[in-house]
């Protein structure tokens, strides 16, 4: 009897050595994933911004292409036939930046949608051309989706070819 009562004991103590290895590793692992989460939210931040610095870049060093742009977010018909492509590929370059700040908004803490809504608000051109052009057929269903609310919502709010106002989060304003 006292041999079966010890090995028991000895049964329950490997258990329990082995639910705490066990545990060990549960937290190795949780710590690894957090590490992992950290390193790919700072991936996705600094994709951000690369493609944000290199689209300003572009536009800083060529007069040429920072008038087409400007004209076009305004007025897509001011975009001759010549450069409707290049304007097309840059809009959805900066499209493409703002999706990836709504995707990953809870990784990144930019808040979702808002740099689109403003950019979509403050753009008639650039809502035509999205409207008009094949912009829609160049980008993937998911993306198509949230745009296409988006530019529905403003162009309800302010018409086709208006401006909405966003007003600043600014929190401190006397």
Avoid at 66 to 95: C, E, P, W
């Amino acid at each position: 009897m006292d041999l079966v009562v010890i090995a028991q004991i000895i049964t329950g103590i490997a258990t329990l050595i082995v639910a705490l290895v066990l545990v060990f590793q549960l937290r190795q692992q949780n710590n690894q994933l957090k590490l992992q989460r950290m390193d790919f939210t700072q991936q996705i931040k600094n994709q951000i911004v690369e493609r944000r610095t290199n689209t300003v870049l572009t536009q800083a060093t060529n007069p040429e292409i920072a008038k087409i742009m400007q004209n076009g977010r305004y007025d897509y018909s001011t975009v001759d036939n010549d450069h409707k492509t290049f304007f097309h590929q840059m809009l959805i370059t900066t499209l493409e930046l703002l999706l990836m700040k709504n995707f990953y908004s809870n990784e990144t803490g930019y808040e979702k949608s808002l740099h689109l809504r403003e950019l979509l608000g403050s753009s008639p051109g650039s809502r035509k051309a999205y409207r008009d052009s094949t912009i829609r057929q160049q980008m993937d269903v998911e993306s198509v989706k949230i745009l296409d609310e988006i530019v529905r919502e403003i162009d309800e709010e302010v018409g086709l070819d208006g401006i909405l106002e966003t007003k600043s989060t600014y929190p401190y304003k006397k």
